[in-house]
């Protein structure tokens, strides 16, 4: 990670935002009085608390004020079952799961801010969303996904908060559950209801604002919004390997330092957001030169993240 700057000095981040798979733009300083507004708790959070009996999607408060949910042990199938599903999605197979925790939103820009106010990550490349010259440093939006965060942001974020990025097993079977679902909520397609998609709103909305698209565990904007990065490189042949228990992901990069996003985006379409979809997305080189393109690795408008925990 590029080093992380005090709270006092200029932070330096990129006002271009960049579309997913696009290029990098040269940063634009701006003062911590502007890009850091008054960090606030989000609403759907305010009730939450921790929870002992730990059955199937309940709930506890982590440190970052993320409400976490409870994904219990099981086995379900993991790949691409519909009709719309690419050669990377397949074969299809059963992945054993232990339990674990998984956030119910994705992470959002006031909760990005509180670590890097406590210099715990650096800031987004941009500030801006794809409609909004003012988004991460407008509190109007702190309760929306931060996004224009590379892949060791987020991982960077994870860890800050006792947490790591969800490999893609345990993202899509808190995704999909033991069904054979389509979509988080079923089979049904998406809606205006049911998810930010296809240009709909044209831009990030705010984390849990499509309760009725709720996974089989309760678990929101699993589909659409913004896609979601996860632990795992990217490898098209991965499922084939046989590795049926609590799979880790490859272990090693297999091209370019790919890393597999997740659940697609406000911009994609009804095939782009099932919840076997994987797309591959230049993660970050540590490798490379410090804050080269390949050293930070893609970044985008579309793209955020949630951190997943065990017991």
Not at 6 to 29: D, E, K, N, R
Request: charged letters at 15%; a neutral charge; aromatic letters at 10%.
């Amino acid at each position: 990670m590029k080093k992380l700057f005090p709270i006092l000095a200029m932070l330096v981040l990129i006002s271009t935002a960049c579309q997913l798979g696009g290029g990098q733009a040269q940063p634009t300083p701006i003062a911590v009085s502007t890009a850091i507004p008054t960090s606030t708790a989000i609403t759907l959070n305010a009730t939450a608390a921790p929870s002992g009996n730990q059955a199937p999607g309940s709930t506890r408060t982590s440190s970052d004020g993320m409400t976490e949910i409870f994904i219990p042990a099981g086995a379900f199938q993991m790949g691409g079952i519909d009709p719309n599903a690419t050669d990377v999605e397949k074969p299809v197979h059963q992945v054993t799961m232990p339990s674990f925790w998984i956030d119910k939103f994705d992470i959002t820009n006031a909760m990005y801010l509180a670590c890097l106010t406590k210099n715990g990550c650096t800031p987004p490349q941009a500030i801006t969303s794809k409609t909004r010259t003012s988004y991460f440093n407008d509190p109007n939006y702190n309760d929306y996904p931060v996004i224009e965060v590379t892949w060791s942001q987020a991982d960077a974020y994870c860890k800050w908060a006792g947490r790591h990025l969800p490999t893609e097993a345990e993202w899509e079977y808190a995704g999909r559950g033991n069904t054979v679902n389509t979509y988080p909520w079923g089979n049904q397609a998406p809606d205006n209801t049911l998810a930010n998609f296809n240009y709909q709103v044209g831009d990030t909305s705010k984390v849990g604002s499509y309760p009725a698209g709720a996974s089989p565990f309760g678990v929101l904007d699993m589909a659409g919004n913004v896609a979601q990065w996860v632990n795992d490189y990217f490898d098209p042949t991965y499922y084939s390997k046989g590795l049926n228990v609590n799979p880790p992901g490859p272990g090693a990069r297999t091209n370019f330092f790919n890393r597999v996003v997740r659940g697609g985006s406000w911009q994609d379409g009804a095939t782009g957001i099932r919840v076997s979809l994987r797309a591959s997305v230049l993660g970050s080189n540590p490798d490379a030169k410090v804050g080269s393109d390949a050293y930070l690795g893609e970044f985008s408008p579309k793209i955020g993240f949630r951190c997943a925990a065990d017991n």
